[in-house]
């Protein structure tokens, strides 16, 4: 009789938020332990915002040591939000660039500021550049993160921008797959739909992702939008229509397509089912996201259990998941082990001196 598989097995498949604090949490620990996932998210409650740089700057590298250690892993995603603007999770000295529409035109001076900050930081992955088109002065969520408003526009600093990150190793991941910037609804609130067909979408929201997989983006994040008039019955993250046709068969896509994160409000009711993660990976996507920040974390095992038993059960087809299990090692390998380190103030006052901004004295969770 073949033996149920444990959830290490398909540890691959996830990509986990920490809960709220700054020294790894019990549970967390024991969450790391068991599913073993290829990558943690850290967002602004897992960093000390009352200590001077070297304080904080210690607390960290305990937290990223430890991280490692519990999931046991050589390899693993060390991930961050940090695209400028109010999406920005690290306390000062760690510039705080403004939105990306306002340093357009010098996309790889701060990709390469960027990325040598956040490799300071032992992370080794950034869910930027933000591939949307603002193209919806109504949209609550996107607005200044995009580049600008046209396809042009934003291939024309997305591309410099991660080139410069990852040359500075830290991996670059495009969102939000197949474009996020003509909503008026907020996904992490609720789930946006978009009355666009395909050939409206190929004029426009799919440029800028097919000029990031023709200049070898390794990651793309999907996006919780519904499009009635190509998939009726199912949000892009769960939709084998985009994943395996769109984005895989007609861009070519052989990267690792991880969603963006499953509490969101616009999952309420879609993911509520543990069964949802077998749905999701049967559509062609390879990396869940858990976050804290929305959701029990723990909802990461049922998720995982889920899976396993559709493996065991022969309701997911095991050659799907060991094509995605490849994606996921091929682009941890070209992914780097960085050490948490302090940058000279000279370099972090000359990142800040060369581009604008962002001065509001708080940062947003987005």
């Not at 693993?76 to 690290?90: L, N, P, S, Y």
């Amino acid at each position: 009789m073949k033996l149920k598989s444990s959830i290490d097995s398909v540890g691959d498949h996830f990509l986990v938020g920490l809960r709220p604090t700054t020294a790894l949490h019990d549970l967390d620990r024991a969450l790391l332990n068991d599913l073993r996932p290829a990558g943690v998210i850290l967002f602004k409650s897992n960093f000390r915002h009352d200590l001077s740089y070297d304080g904080w700057l210690e607390s960290h590298a305990r937290l990223v040591d430890d991280i490692r250690a519990a999931a046991g892993r050589p390899k693993m995603f060390i991930a961050i939000d940090h695209e400028g603007g109010r999406v920005c999770r690290t306390p000062p000295p760690i510039t705080r660039f403004a939105y990306a529409s306002q340093w357009a035109d010098h996309a790889a001076e701060v990709g390469g500021a960027i990325g040598r900050e956040l490799a300071s930081l032992g992370l080794n992955l950034n869910f930027a550049p933000v591939l949307d088109i603002h193209t919806n002065p109504k949209n609550p969520v996107i607005g200044p993160r995009a580049f600008g408003t046209t396809p042009e526009a934003v291939i024309a600093s997305a591309l410099p921008f991660m080139r410069a990150m990852q040359k500075e190793k830290v991996i670059a991941c495009g969102k939000h797959f197949p474009g996020h910037g003509d909503t008026s609804v907020d996904s992490h609130v609720g789930l946006p739909a978009q009355d666009l067909d395909l050939d409206s979408l190929r004029r426009r929201e799919l440029k800028p992702f097919a000029a990031a997989i023709e200049a070898g983006i390794g990651m793309i994040m999907t996006s919780h939008i519904l499009f009635p008039a190509i998939d009726p019955e199912a949000p892009v993250t769960l939709s084998p229509r985009f994943i395996r046709e769109i984005l895989r068969e007609e861009l070519g896509f052989a990267g690792v397509a991880i969603s963006d994160d499953v509490g969101m409000g616009a999952m309420n009711g879609i993911f509520d089912a543990p069964e949802a993660a077998a749905r999701f990976m049967a559509a062609g996507c390879d990396m869940l996201m858990v976050c804290a920040h929305f959701t029990d974390t723990d909802r990461a095992r049922r998720f995982a259990e889920a899976i396993v038993a559709a493996i065991d059960e022969g309701r997911l087809d095991e050659s799907l998941l060991a094509r995605s299990r490849a994606r996921v090692s091929a682009l941890l390998e070209q992914t780097p082990v960085n050490e948490v380190r302090r940058l000279p103030e000279e370099a972090l006052r000359a990142h800040g001196d060369a581009m604008a901004l962002y001065t509001d004295q708080t940062v947003e969770v987005v």
